[in-house]
């Protein structure tokens, strides 16, 4: 797997009258490892939404190693190999969902 880059150019998304981006731009270049930090309600994690298709961006562009892409679903994400890992997250809710696990791990 190779690495990309990763760009958007004015990507904005707004509920009813109050815009969560405004015209946010960035670029990651390939190889590189960087974090999104800010305040509770900046925008991060609506942000990274956008990019993955879980929330699509009303207005902006996405470039994956300079070509832009159209990003509706996580499906088209995937296939660029972007993905997102939450601060806290959980693949299940308990092992009583998944039948028997010591079946799988065995």
Known sequence: MRAASLETIGASKHFGTFRAL???SFKVRAGTVHALLGENGAGKSTLVKGIIGYSPLQSGSILVDNREHAIGTPRDS???QI???YQHFTVAPGPECCGKPGAVAG
């Open 78 to 80: 995937h296939q660029l």
């Open 22 to 24: 405004d015209e946010v």
């Open 83 to 85: 993905g997102m890992v």
